[in-house]
C-alpha cells in the first residue's frame, strides 16, 4: 500500500502515522521526493482516517512500486536541454573504453557532425580479467570532459564503485551502471541521493522483476530520473556474446514508465549485428540506443569485435532514418540530415 500525504506534512504528523503502522506490525518506507510512504502487506486502512493530512492510497501487487506504471503513467526530464524520458528516444554513441587524446577527441567531433548529442565512454571498466585494459581512470574522465565540452556533447560514464562517485560526478552527465552492478544495492540506494539520472543497465542474469527492483532502489532514495538498458542476457549458447531481449523493450514499457534504451553492441557481441538488433530495437519501441563506435576497431582496447566504424554507424543512422514512420518517438538526431 501506498500513503500519500500532503506535500509540507509537519514532520511530528508523519512520525505519529508511523508509529501507529509500527504498533500495527508494519514497516514504513518513507519517501520525500513523492510524498508518500510504501507500506508492505497493508491491507486495512479503515484505521487511517484520523490522519487527515493523507490525501490518497494506492494499492499496487507488483513487489516493484515506484517504477511501476501505476505509480507513474510517465516521466521526462531534461539533460543539458535534451529532453529524455517515456516518450523519447535518444542515441548515444562512443566507445567502450576511453582509450587516448586523439581516439576520444575523433570520436567526439564524428559525433558531432553527426547530430548526436550523448557520448559514452568507459575510464574505470569493469573487466573479467584483472590483466585486460581496465580503463584510463580519472585520466579517461578529464580526456572526455575536455572533448565533450568542446563539442557540446553530454557524457554517460559508467560507475563501477562509490568510491568513485565525486570523481565521476564531476564529469559525467548520465551515470552509467553496468550489469554487475545492477545487484549492488546499496550502491544503487546511494544514486538515489545524486541530482543525474542514472542509466541501470539490466544484470546479465536479471530477470525484470529484479531489474525494476533495483530500479526502486534508486528511486526510493529520491532520484526520479532512471533510464534502463536491455543490454542482453547469458545464454547457454557461445556464438552470441548474449541474447539480446528484444521483447522485453515493449513487455517492461507495459509495467514502468522509466525509458528504455537498447544496447545491441553488448546485446550481440558483434558489430555486424549491431545494425538489425537497432533497428529492430527501434521499431519496438526502444527509448533509443546505446551503441560502441570506435575510429579504428581493430586496435580497440576493449570490445573490439563489437565496435562498430564511423561508416558503419552512418549508414545504420541513415537507416533508423528510413523506419522514422515505423518509430513513434520523436529521436534527439536530426536524422534526415544525416
Ligand atoms: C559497457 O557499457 O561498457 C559495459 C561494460 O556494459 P555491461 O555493463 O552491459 O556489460
Ligand atoms: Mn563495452
Request: aromatic share 8%; hydrophobic share 40%; with cysteine.
Amino acid at each position: 500500500m501506498i500513503i500519500f500525504f500532503e506535500p509540507n506534512t509537519n514532520p511530528s504528523n508523519l512520525a505519529q502515522l508511523q508509529l501507529h503502522l509500527k504498533q500495527q506490525g508494519f514497516e514504513s518506507n518513507y519517501i520525500s521526493s513523492e510524498n508518500c510512504c510504501i507500506v508492505p502487506g497493508l491491507k486495512q486502512t479503515t484505521s487511517l482516517q484520523q490522519f487527515t493530512f493523507i490525501t490518497r492510497l494506492q494499492q499496487i501487487d507488483t513487489a516493484y512500486q515506484l517504477a511501476s506504471k501505476e505509480f507513474k503513467a510517465e516521466i521526462q526530464f531534461e539533460v543539458n536541454g535534451i529532453l529524455m524520458g517515456t516518450h523519447f528516444a535518444n542515441i548515444i554513441a562512443g566507445p567502450c573504453s576511453v582509450e587516448s587524446e586523439e581516439q576520444i577527441f575523433e570520436t567526439a567531433a564524428f559525433l558531432s557532425k553527426n547530430g548526436i548529442r550523448f557520448m559514452r565512454g568507459g575510464a574505470y571498466k569493469p573487466r573479467t580479467s584483472p590483466y585486460s585494459f581496465r580503463g584510463l581512470g580519472k585520466e579517461g574522465l578529464r580526456l572526455m570532459g575536455q572533448a565533450a565540452k568542446q563539442y557540446n556533447l553530454s557524457i554517460v560514464t559508467e560507475l563501477m564503485d562509490l568510491s568513485l562517485l565525486d570523481e565521476v560526478m564531476q564529469y559525467t552527465d548520465i551515470v552509467q551502471i553496468g550489469s554487475r552492478n545492477m545487484a549492488n544495492f546499496y550502491l544503487l540506494a546511494e544514486l538515489g541521493k545524486i541530482n543525474k539520472p542514472v542509466m541501470l543497465k539490466r544484470g546479465m542474469q536479471a530477470k525484470v522483476n529484479e531489474w525494476l527492483l533495483a530500479a526502486d532502489y534508486i528511486l526510493s532514495g529520491g532520484n526520479k530520473n532512471v533510464i534502463l538498458c536491455e543490454r542482453g542476457i547469458r545464454s547457454f549458447d557461445p556464438m552470441s556474446r548474449n541474447v539480446m531481449d528484444i521483447a522485453v523493450i515493449p513487455l517492461v514499457q507495459s509495467l514502468s514508465h522509466l525509458p528504455v534504451i537498447a544496447d545491441p553492441s553488448h546485446g550481440t557481441g558483434s558489430a555486424s549485428l549491431v545494425p538489425a538488433l537497432s533497428m529492430a530495437a527501434m521499431v519496438a519501441g526502444a527509448n533509443g540506443l546505446m551503441i560502441e563506435i570506435h575510429p579504428n576497431p581493430a586496435k580497440a582496447l576493449s570490445d573490439a569485435h563489437q565496435a562498430m566504424t564511423f561508416e558503419g554507424f552512418e549508414k545504420l543512422l541513415k537507416d533508423i532514418n528510413r523506419l522514422q514512420p515505423f518509430i513513434q518517438k520523436p529521436i534527439d538526431v536530426n536524422l534526415s540530415v544525416v
